[in-house]
């Protein structure tokens, strides 16, 4: 049985001007979602601080090949628990180096180069550059409601007969009223 031995190179942050003390999250295909959140969380709300007593600023994760998709759901999770982030996102290749051991003695071993796509998001409580490629505002969060679409003229609802087992329609249009 051949024996595989992985290794990513390391490349610098695709993002310019990167603090040296930046708290990288580097999310694997195996990483815990929930832990890369509570500790990374913990940091930005102030719950914990650095050794200078502040909390931290910015935060950037990075993950490749399988990590991407996991990557992107610990930023949009994130994004969530600490409102006004800014965000530089850039998608890039990394070259993951494969050794492949042979089993039998004497026989050597194969070794791959092969690039893998790779993603890198900053997330900085600071504004960032917006003419810089792949930034995003701070979002705003807000859930609609009902009544609020009512109010808008996008949801308007029509009653049929009134019963127990009558269900409510909704009418998404711009009519004035609902076909029976």
Same mark, same amino acid.
């Given at each position: 049985?051949?024996?595989?031995?992985?290794?990513?190179? &390391?490349?610098?942050?695709?993002?310019?001007?990167?603090?040296?003390?930046?708290? /990288?999250?580097?999310?694997?295909?195996? &990483?815990?979602?929930?832990?890369?959140?509570?500790?990374?969380?913990?940091?930005?709300?102030?719950?914990?601080?650095?050794?200078?007593?502040?909390?931290?600023?910015?935060?950037?994760?990075?993950?490749?090949?399988?990590?991407?998709?996991?990557?992107?759901?610990?930023?949009?999770?994130?994004?969530?628990?600490?409102?006004?982030? /800014?965000?530089?996102?850039?998608?890039?290749?990394?070259?993951?180096?494969?050794?492949?051991?042979?089993?039998?003695?004497?026989?050597?071993?194969?070794?791959?180069?092969?690039?893998?796509?790779?993603?890198?998001?900053?997330?900085?409580? =600071?504004?960032?550059? %917006?003419?810089? %490629?792949?930034?995003? %505002?701070?979002?705003?969060?807000?859930?609609?409601?009902?009544?609020?679409?009512?109010?808008?003229?996008?949801?308007?609802?029509?009653?049929?007969?009134? &019963?127990?087992?009558?269900?409510?329609?909704?009418?998404? =249009? =711009?009519?004035?009223?609902?076909?029976?």
């Amino acid at each position: 049985m051949w024996h595989y031995n992985g290794t990513a190179d &390391s490349i610098p942050y695709p993002i310019p001007g990167l603090a040296a003390d930046i708290l /990288h999250m580097r999310v694997k295909g195996g &990483s815990k979602i929930r832990s890369l959140l509570q500790f990374a969380a913990a940091r930005m709300q102030g719950e914990v601080r650095n050794p200078n007593g502040m909390s931290l600023r910015q935060v950037v994760f990075t993950g490749s090949g399988r990590g991407v998709t996991k990557t992107i759901t610990c930023v949009e999770i994130l994004k969530r628990k600490v409102e006004g982030l /800014h965000q530089v996102s850039k998608l890039y290749y990394n070259t993951v180096k494969e050794v492949w051991k042979s089993p039998q003695q004497g026989v050597p071993g194969i070794t791959m180069e092969r690039r893998v796509p790779a993603i890198c998001i900053l997330l900085s409580k =600071d504004p960032l550059d %917006p003419q810089e %490629p792949g930034y995003q %505002p701070p979002q705003i969060i807000s859930v609609p409601t009902e009544d609020a679409e009512r109010r808008r003229g996008l949801l308007r609802t029509a009653h049929a007969h009134s &019963s127990p087992h009558t269900a409510k329609r909704l009418c998404l =249009d =711009d009519s004035s009223a609902c076909p029976p």
